[in-house]
């Protein structure tokens, strides 16, 4: 069997291995691969596995031997997964894999937010505690987290995750889901509406998959019902939010601050309003990217492909 990475890079930048796919194959493995040649290095393989490379009905059209696509991530949009199914290609994805570092990231946004911890050590290294008259000082305000509310969208694995650190941290949690888990609730956790989440919570962190109904669910008007102090965190999908209205939020001080690890256009153009509004911090979309992560989903790689040569393939999305 031939198998082909197309954008292997993310995954595996080098400090892992592709030993586990390559004793199931012919393996070849493409750092990233540009729109226009991804045909051309499809070629005749049986098994693709793709990060961000479109897979459109135009490639399965033109890759006939094409039998099994693995998505490098939970959320698979980048794959036309009904024209997979029409032409008998099987699409699984890596679901789980980054639960506990995507929780993690969240909260780290979180924290910054809150103490400004980079913010400070570039001005200590500029010199700014050299020159200060005071043994301390602090350039913005400092937060606790302590009796406040968090709200969190979406309370699946890494919402509930987050949750619980927020409790650690004797936060009290709203939750919002479509599916509600009543057996979850106690003194610290409750489900709540999303009007009810955006007027009490304090801080509020997106956790749920990107769809065409919560498509800029965060705009000018669920801003305008939530607290002026409210610091709003998105290591989901970009596109819940509609950035020139966020923007406009921060920058006339409708909302605290915001820490997003996802953008619409990913990487971002540099006039993205986003990038310059005030107190709004911006990652790479690296939350889900620890090595621990990483190593996970690899092992998932592996047995996503060992299943479907078995004939019992998992984690199939286009059943």
Not at 98 to 115: D, K
Not at 214 to 226: C, D, E, F, V
Request: aromatic letters at 6%; proline letters at 4%.
């Amino acid at each position: 069997m031939k198998i082909v990475v197309l954008d292997g890079h993310t995954l595996n930048p080098g400090d892992l291995s592709w030993s586990g796919v390559e004793r199931m194959g012919d393996l070849v493995v493409y750092e990233r691969t540009s729109p226009e040649l991804v045909v051309e290095r499809i070629g005749d393989a049986e098994a693709v596995f793709t990060n961000k490379t479109e897979l459109s009905r135009e490639i399965f059209e033109r890759c006939p031997r094409l039998k099994f696509v693995c998505v490098l991530a939970t959320g698979y949009n980048v794959v036309d997964v009904a024209a997979a199914k029409e032409h008998g290609v099987v699409v699984s994805n890596i679901p789980t894999y980054g639960t506990a570092s995507v929780a993690q990231f969240a909260m780290a946004l979180l924290l910054e937010l809150c103490h400004h911890a980079g913010t400070h050590t570039q001005d200590v290294r500029a010199g700014g505690w050299t020159k200060s008259a005071d043994w301390c000082y602090w350039l913005n305000p400092t937060i606790e987290l302590r009796d406040k509310t968090l709200g969190v969208v979406g309370f699946g694995r890494i919402g509930q995750a987050f949750g619980r650190i927020g409790q650690a941290l004797e936060m009290k949690v709203l939750a919002y889901d479509a599916h509600q888990d009543e057996s979850l609730e106690s003194d610290t956790l409750q489900y709540a509406t999303l009007d009810e989440l955006y007027a009490q919570s304090d801080v509020i962190s997106l956790h749920c998959p990107l769809f065409d109904n919560n498509r800029g669910m965060i705009n000018k008007i669920a801003i305008a019902k939530m607290k002026p102090s409210v610091f709003l965190i998105n290591t989901s999908r970009g596109p819940l939010i509609i950035e020139q209205d966020l923007a406009d939020a921060l920058n006339k001080g409708w909302i605290a601050g915001a820490a997003l690890d996802v953008l619409c256009e990913e990487p971002p153009r540099s006039d993205n309003p986003l990038l310059t509004a005030r107190n709004c911090l911006v990652t790479p979309h690296m939350a889900w990217a620890t090595t621990e992560a990483r190593q996970r989903m690899m092992k998932i790689v592996e047995e996503n492909l060992s299943s479907f040569l078995s004939g019992g393939p998992r984690n199939v999305v286009n059943p």
